[in-house]
C-alpha cells in the first residue's frame, strides 16, 4: 500500500493542529512519524486508518496495482496500547478475535493465534485473562491482535511506551519480518523504533504549525 497524503490539515474546532502537509509512506516499508507531544502524530495516524476525517487535503492510498483504495478502515490493523483486550477473556482469545474478524475459521485461527503469541514473546500467558497482564504484555497482545488481522497496512501509536529495550528490539524484529507483507506506519518518541524504520516523517518539517 502507497499512502499519499497531500496538503493535508487537522483542526478541532479553533485549534489546528497542522496543515499542509505532504508525505509519501511507500509500500512494504516502516515509516515513523515523528513530532513533539501534541503536534498530531496520533491524528495523523487516525486519519490515514481513516477514523479520523481531514479539515482539507487528501489521504490516497493505492495498492500494488495503482487501484485507490476507497475505505481505509477495512485495509487497517491497529496497534493500540492493549486498552482495549476484553479484559475477562483469555489472551488466546483476545487475539483470535483478530482472526475470526478477518474470516478465519476457528482452528485455524486458533493455531494462528498461538503462533503469534510465540512470535510477541507471551506464548506462556495464553490461558490468562488478559486484564491479569501488564502494560507491555498487553501492548505485545494488542500487536498480535492486529497481526492476526492479516491486513495490508499497520498502524502503531506508540507501540513501545510500555515495553523495556529487550522487548523493544523484539518488536522491531517482527515489524521488519512483517514489513516484507505489510506497510508499516509507528507514531513514537522511541529512538530505538525511529532507528530500526525505513523512513521518517517528522510533522514540523512535513507541515505548516500554528501556535493557539
Ligand atoms: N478529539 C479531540 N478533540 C480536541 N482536541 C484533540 C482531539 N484529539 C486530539 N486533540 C488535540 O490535538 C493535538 C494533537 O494531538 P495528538 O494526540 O494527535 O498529538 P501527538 O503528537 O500524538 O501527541 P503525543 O505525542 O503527546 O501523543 C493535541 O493538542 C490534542 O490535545
Known sequence: ???????????????????????TIEPSQITTITGPSGSGKSSLL?????????????ITITDSLGRTVPE?????????????????RSVLDNVMMGSLSAGEPRQRARERAHDLLATVRIAHLATFRAKLLSGGELQRLALARALATNRPLLLADEPSSSLDLANTLALAEILRALSTTA??????????????GDATIDIRDASEHRET
Open 46 to 58: 487516525a486519519a490515514i486508518g481513516g477514523y479520523l476525517p481531514l479539515t482539507s487535503g487528501h
Open 183 to 196: 506497510t508499516i506506519i509507528i507514531a513514537t518518541h522511541d529512538p530505538v523504533l525511529v532507528a530500526s
Open 72 to 88: 481505509h478502515t477495512s485495509i487497517t490493523a491497529w496497534v493500540t496500547q492493549g486498552t482495549n483486550a476484553l479484559p475477562h
Open 1 to 23: 500500500m502507497r499512502v499519499a497524503i497531500s496538503h493535508a490539515a487537522i483542526s478541532f474546532g479553533r485549534r489546528d493542529v497542522f496543515s499542509h502537509l505532504s508525505a
